[in-house]
């Protein structure tokens, strides 16, 4: 199994610019997460969703949008981007809201 | 979720036991304690998790305190592969999010 796939693993954005992080998991994963990671800090939550169709804010939404039309794929749009919004973004998934976390491999995103 | 208190750093000398303390002095009844690692440059990782008892698995051990507002992971010999971030993290399994602290960060000196 692929496991947790995120697409692309790099990018440049130029500030105004938007883009879709792309997110995949192949395991039958109800639950799915978008983390963003800054420089030195820790994983802060943006999105998440525990099924096809619902999807929910995090810690951090501002500046993103969701959408979960198919249990494999969770992807996150970047509307206007701006340099706050440059971070490692990290894609998860697990079975159910106590099982084990898989977490993708992450998208390093630069807004200049 | 409720939430956890971890050092910055930390450090060990290669093949000697680490013992990775988290504070969670809040912690529900029915929150289990999870712990991820995330080497350089990658996604974080599965540790263990447990609930009251202790647990051991392939990778670590987990001594949980009696009262439950605090735990240890311990790692019984200490490799330069675990030079990482270690999380420790509150999962309540009827809730639907869960939020990572800064957790530690292990230097194995060799």
């Known amino acids: 199994n692929a496991g947790v796939t995120q697409t692309p693993k790099f990018r440049i954005l130029k500030i105004g610019q938007s883009m879709t992080l792309q997110c995949t998991q192949d395991m039958n994963h109800n639950y799915m997460y978008w983390y963003r990671q800054d420089p030195g800090m820790g994983l802060k939550l943006i999105y998440y969703?525990?099924?096809?169709?619902?999807?929910d804010k995090g810690e951090v939404p501002n500046g993103y949008n969701v959408s979960r039309s198919t249990t494999e794929d969770f992807p996150l749009r970047l509307e206007l981007a701006a340099p706050s919004q440059t971070s490692v973004y990290f894609c998860?998934?697990?079975?159910?809201?106590?099982?084990?976390?898989?977490f993708g491999e992450g998208s390093w995103l630069t807004v200049v | 979720d409720a939430k956890t208190t971890q050092p910055n750093s930390m450090e060990s000398n290669e093949e000697e036991p680490v013992h990775l303390p988290c504070n969670h002095s809040?912690?529900?009844?029915?929150?289990?304690i999870h712990w991820y690692r995330q080497l350089p440059s990658q996604g974080p990782e599965y540790v263990i998790h447990g609930l009251t008892s202790n647990v051991n698995n392939r990778m670590a051990s987990l001594a949980i305190a009696e009262d439950r507002k605090s735990s240890t992971l311990i790692l019984h010999r200490a490799t330069l592969r675990d030079a990482a971030v270690y999380y420790c993290?509150?999962?309540?399994?009827?809730?639907?999010?869960?939020?990572f602290g800064t957790g530690t960060s292990l230097t194995v000196i060799p």
């Open positions: 993290i509150l999962r309540d399994p009827t809730g639907n999010q869960f939020y």
């Open positions: 809040t912690i529900s009844g029915t929150d289990y």
């Open positions: 969703s525990v099924g096809a169709g619902i999807t």
């Open positions: 998860a998934s697990s079975y159910s809201a106590g099982n084990t976390i898989y």
